[in-house]
């Protein structure tokens, strides 16, 4: 019924003994309340005076108004807790995204691992805020309050007892029941989310081709499906609230029952009964508060575990632990038969991925579309993992490292993508994405070097425009361009991870902006991820790359003369498009 993750939060124990004391308090307070109220009927219909009631009255406000004061009082601490919670667990959930890095992201799916950060959060919040609380009223409120009913009516409070776990039992079967539903109706949600993300973002191309119609449709229908699952979880909870209802005000009336007949009998005083059946509602109440909150908590309880699951997703080990020197002239990179595969039912591979680098070098890695450069560029930023095998090896500088997912390596990397992100966020900014305390005369240096010099007088606000979502857009050789100032900007970052930096731009603008791009590469370890043919002469040295295999390598003279691969490779594209 609740969750043990809830257990391993921080300060949760305070919190937890804060509100036991404060269930006790309530628990006193509820027993006075009926106590002196009981006192006082009972007083006036034993013919005193109601002047002589006053204290007792006066005791009853006051216990209600002290009641009253500890649920404020318990809101108030609740709601700071669960929303600090909710801020480290965002913070967390962030890390946790970043140290995983994109691939589980893609993995996910971007819409699902969104509304976990922003609804989920909210849920959970409102999950803590009032699971907490009413778990520890219902484990402490109803037993105080039976032990006081016994003292004053010991039948009243075995009827009471023999209830209980007949109602426990009942919520039990109940709440099983409705998680079910529950998480049918998560998955659904789950679903939905990614589904209108993607839809969302490949609108453009679906009006293009006359789909939108269709996938309007598709996205009825799964909002149609999340709709029915919610409603069949509201119509479980509904239901369950009345049972319990209808089993707690029968308890109730049998209580109140065996006390008139005991009355009438003269078994019983009138003031022990009467405060036993005032008691009697407060007994369950806890239980049904607890019971209704339950169902509206599901969802919370939901998007805690699926947050939970991904905090405990395993980090690569010893992440920040190595630590690895700076990249220089004398640093060597040896990677031998390092195997990737994607977890997703595509069967493409990299397969025994062996190479080895030293120093400044310039690294073309070159092959058809879909031959896996993309893949073996971030294997080499540690976006992605290698599957792990005996034979796999990495080493800089002869240490031995199991990936690299090192915070030191990545620390060093400038990579450009092969379809760049650009922030919603000033270009400025965007520009300043690795050197953060760059001045507006650097990043406009930066800009112009990439050619973005008409762009920035046609912006409005120069590079103080917002761009990409929901700002200006930018065009996809702009987008690069961008994106390269970044790495023109950057002084001190020695490997350049470049992912078909110049795909989206044609080929007159490309040829003008590698004039620029050539400073770049010098003095720094280059991996450069193309299909461009001309780069190639600028590379030190080639890894042509077929069906995820190193077919290949070697210098350009070494690789002509070779008349294998690359030269097939390179009849193959001039006799195509290039
Ligand atoms: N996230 C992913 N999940 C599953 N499969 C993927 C993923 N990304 C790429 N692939 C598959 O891996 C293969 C290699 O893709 P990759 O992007 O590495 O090729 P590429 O050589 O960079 O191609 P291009 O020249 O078109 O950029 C493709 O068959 C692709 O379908
Ligand atoms: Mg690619």
Redesign the pocket.
């Known amino acids: 019924m609740i969750d043990k993750t809830l257990m391993t939060m921080s300060g949760i124990k305070r919190i937890m003994s804060l509100l036991a004391g404060l269930a006790v308090l309530q628990a006193l307070f509820i027993i006075g309340q009926a106590y002196f109220l009981a006192r006082a009927i009972a007083g006036l219909w034993n013919g005193h005076a109601l002047t002589v009631q006053l204290s007792s009255l006066a005791i009853f406000f006051l216990c209600y108004f002290l009641r009253q004061a500890v649920v404020f009082f318990r809101e108030k601490i609740l709601d700071e807790y669960a929303a600090k919670q909710a801020g480290l667990m965002r913070e967390k959930l962030l890390q946790k995204v970043f140290l995983l890095g994109p691939a589980v992201v893609?993995e996910n799916g971007t819409g699902n691992m969104v509304t976990m950060a922003l609804e989920g959060i909210h849920q959970t919040e409102n999950y803590l805020h009032l699971i907490l609380a009413k778990m520890m009223n219902m484990m402490i409120i109803p037993w105080l309050i039976l032990i006081f009913i016994f003292t004053l009516d010991r039948r009243s409070g075995v009827i009471l007892l023999i209830v209980f776990p007949i109602i426990i039992l009942f919520m039990i079967i109940l709440g099983y029941a409705a998680q079910a539903k529950a998480d049918k109706q998560y998955a659904a949600f789950q679903v939905l989310s990614n589904h209108f993300i993607d839809s969302l973002s490949g609108l453009a191309t679906l009006k293009l081709f006359g789909l939108s119609k269709k996938y309007a449709t598709s996205i009825y229908q799964t909002s149609e499906r999340f709709r029915q699952a919610t409603m069949s979880t509201l119509k479980f909870a509904i239901l369950s609230t009345f049972a319990l209802d209808f089993f707690t005000t029968l308890s109730v009336a049998i209580v109140a029952v065996f006390l008139g007949f005991r009355l009438l009998n003269g078994e019983v005083f009138l003031f022990p009964a009467l405060t036993a059946l005032i008691l009697a509602p407060e007994f369950f109440l806890p239980l049904r508060d607890f019971a209704g909150d339950y169902h509206a908590t599901l969802d919370g309880k939901n998007a805690l575990q699926a947050i939970q699951k991904v905090l405990i997703m395993p980090e690569t080990e010893n992440r920040t632990e190595l630590s690895l020197s700076q990249w220089q002239e004398s640093s060597e990179l040896k990677i031998d038969h390092l195997n990737f595969r994607?977890s997703?039912e595509?069967d493409?591979s990299l397969t025994d991925i062996t190479f080895q680098t030293q120093g400044y070098q310039k690294i073309g890695i070159i092959?058809a579309?879909?031959?896996?450069?993309?893949?073996l560029v971030n294997l080499l930023s540690g976006f992605l993992q290698s599957v792990q095998n005996e034979k796999a090896d990495i080493r800089i500088d002869q240490q031995k490292i199991s990936h690299l997912a090192q915070n030191d390596w990545q620390k060093q990397l400038l990579y450009i993508p092969?379809d760049p992100y650009i922030f919603h966020e000033t270009l400025a900014n965007n520009v300043r994405f690795y050197e953060p305390a760059a001045d507006d005369r650097q990043v406009l240096a930066a800009l112009k070097v990439a050619g973005l010099e008409a762009l920035i007088n046609d912006l409005p606000q120069g590079i103080n425009t917002l761009i990409g979502e929901s700002g200006r857009t930018l065009s996809g050789g702009q987008a690069q361009r961008v994106v390269l100032a970044r790495a023109f900007l950057d002084q001190k970052r020695k490997i350049l991870l470049f992912d078909?930096p110049t795909a989206h731009l044609d080929l007159e603008t490309e040829i003008e902006l590698k004039q620029n791009m050539l400073p770049l590469m010098e003095n720094r370890l280059v991996f450069f991820?193309t299909?461009r043919l001309h780069w190639m002469s600028e590379m030190d040295f080639i890894l042509v790359?077929d069906h995820g295999r190193i077919v290949e390598a070697g210098t350009l003279e070494e690789l002509q003369q070779q008349q294998g691969f690359y030269v097939q490779l390179t009849q193959e594209m001039r006799g195509g498009k290039q």
Not at 369 to 375: D, E, Q, V
């Open positions: 893609q994607y997703t595509t493409f092959g579309s879909g031959s896996g450069k993309s893949t092969q078909e991820a299909h790359l």
